[in-house]
């Protein structure tokens, strides 16, 4: 495969790769994509600094050297990290490859179905409404007990006819299992 | 120049980018975001008389849908167990993720933030177990990301702790 077509080939993937040198300096191996433009803009005239792009990759940066050092594997993967890239926020992913005595470091960008983020967010968004309704039933299941409580202290009492007849129903209704729907209440 | 980094850890929905939000930026969103892996926010600040910088990894919420990777808690000089005081168990999840950090950092300083004080009428968190996590050496601080309440004095408090090395079983 040729140069120019690995590299269009890395584009095409939106991933950015780089090789640290022996003398622990980092050198893109490849072009930048597109989402890392708005990252290198912002770092302006200064020089680009991996570390101050990307923080995660400090710690990450430590992973991979053990791995390269020791050769004992020949990929690090790391875990989804956030950079923000202008009013964007990236999801990354970052690789460390041991290929025979070059060590590379690849930067992929999440997107599409690798993106969980949109699927999580719908997720937690309905274990949350799942949550308050739980809560709900709870803070209605007290108030029935209480109120099934009082309705039997009320027909300990002496009551009217009509009066007792009333407590008794409010008895019978507000003691209906959870999830029962009082016969008198139902649709239909 | 000193620089600290800090894990935020709890379950989901709990405060954690908020907190952060709050403290680097001054900033709230009442709509909920969720966080997917880490992301990392800066802020150096002035504690007794050294600068230090912090570094906030604020790590996605554990729940059944992820369970928070060890290697994003590797190098933590010291953590925030965030919990909702309106949902019960969410103390749960923190207790478990306090077991997991000690296991990748060991006596590290860490602070209990009990988060969502604006709606402490609605709090349902269990006392005893809030305690029963604090014996272990920890403080138990009230935030609310929302109003700002409590957040930059449990920053303070943990950097300090970090600073002073204190650890669980010499705070």
């Given at each position: 495969?040729?140069?120019?077509?690995?590299?269009?080939?890395?584009?095409?993937?939106?991933?950015?790769?780089?090789?640290?040198?022996?003398?622990?300096?980092?050198?893109?191996?490849?072009?930048?994509?597109?989402?890392?433009?708005?990252?290198?803009?912002?770092?302006?005239?200064?020089?680009?600094?991996?570390?101050?792009?990307?923080?995660?990759?400090?710690?990450?940066?430590?992973?991979?050297?053990?791995?390269?050092?020791?050769?004992?594997?020949?990929r690090?993967?790391?875990?989804a990290?956030?950079?923000?890239?202008?009013?964007?926020?990236l999801?990354?992913?970052?690789?460390?490859?041991?290929?025979?005595?070059?060590?590379?470091?690849?930067?992929?960008?999440?997107?599409?179905?690798?993106?969980?983020?949109?699927?999580?967010?719908?997720?937690?968004?309905?274990?949350?409404?799942?949550?308050?309704?739980?809560?709900?039933?709870?803070?209605?299941?007290?108030?029935?007990?209480?109120?099934?409580?009082?309705?039997?202290?009320?027909?300990?009492?002496?009551?009217?006819?009509?009066?007792?007849?009333l407590?008794?129903?409010?008895?019978?209704?507000?003691?209906?299992?959870?999830?029962?729907?009082?016969?008198?209440?139902?649709?239909? | 120049m000193?620089?600290?980094?800090?894990?935020?850890?709890?379950?989901?929905?709990?405060?954690?980018?908020?907190?952060?939000?709050?403290?680097?930026?001054?900033?709230?969103?009442?709509?909920?975001?969720?966080?997917?892996?880490?992301?990392?926010?800066k802020?150096?600040?002035?504690?007794?008389?050294?600068?230090?910088?912090?570094?906030?990894?604020?790590?996605?919420?554990?729940?059944?849908?992820?369970?928070?990777?060890?290697?994003?808690?590797?190098?933590?000089?010291?953590?925030?167990?965030?919990?909702?005081?309106?949902r019960?168990?969410?103390?749960?999840?923190?207790?478990?993720?306090?077991?997991?950090?000690?296991?990748v950092?060991?006596?590290?300083?860490?602070v209990?933030?009990?988060?969502?004080?604006?709606?402490?009428?609605?709090?349902?968190?269990?006392?005893?177990?809030?305690?029963?996590?604090?014996?272990?050496?920890?403080?138990?601080?009230?935030?609310?990301?929302?109003t700002?309440?409590?957040?930059?004095?449990t920053?303070?408090?943990?950097?300090?702790?970090?600073?002073?090395?204190?650890?669980?079983?010499?705070?």
């Amino acid at each position: 495969m040729s140069v120019d077509l690995l590299a269009e080939v890395m584009q095409a993937l939106e991933l950015f790769g780089m090789e640290r040198r022996p003398d622990s300096s980092i050198v893109a191996i490849s072009p930048p994509p597109p989402w890392l433009t708005p990252i290198l803009e912002a770092a302006g005239d200064t020089p680009f600094s991996l570390a101050q792009a990307f923080p995660f990759l400090d710690d990450f940066m430590r992973e991979a050297e053990a791995m390269w050092h020791d050769g004992a594997a020949s990929r690090v993967v790391s875990g989804a990290f956030t950079a923000a890239a202008g009013a964007d926020q990236l999801l990354l992913r970052a690789s460390a490859l041991a290929l025979g005595n070059r060590s590379v470091l690849v930067l992929e960008r999440l997107h599409g179905d690798a993106d969980a983020r949109p699927l999580l967010q719908r997720a937690r968004e309905n274990k949350l409404e799942s949550e308050r309704l739980v809560r709900q039933v709870d803070a209605l299941k007290t108030t029935l007990a209480t109120a099934a409580r009082l309705a039997e202290a009320l027909l300990d009492t002496e009551l009217p006819p009509k009066q007792r007849e009333l407590a008794e129903r409010i008895s019978r209704t507000v003691s209906q299992p959870s999830g029962d729907v009082p016969p008198s209440t139902r649709p239909g | 120049m000193i620089q600290k980094k800090i894990c935020m850890l709890g379950g989901f929905a709990v405060g954690k980018t908020s907190l952060v939000s709050r403290f680097v930026s001054s900033i709230f969103s009442e709509k909920y975001l969720t966080t997917v892996g880490v992301k990392i926010d800066k802020k150096s600040l002035v504690v007794g008389g050294q600068e230090v910088t912090l570094l906030l990894w604020d790590v996605y919420g554990q729940d059944e849908f992820q369970t928070v990777q060890q290697s994003y808690l590797r190098g933590s000089s010291g953590y925030l167990l965030v919990v909702d005081g309106t949902r019960r168990a969410t103390l749960d999840t923190a207790a478990k993720l306090h077991k997991s950090a000690g296991e990748v950092v060991g006596d590290v300083p860490f602070v209990i933030v009990l988060n969502k004080a604006d709606l402490e009428a609605e709090w349902q968190v269990d006392e005893r177990g809030l305690w029963k996590l604090a014996d272990q050496g920890a403080r138990i601080v009230r935030t609310s990301a929302k109003t700002g309440a409590g957040v930059e004095e449990t920053f303070l408090e943990l950097t300090r702790a970090m600073l002073d090395g204190r650890g669980q079983d010499r705070s």
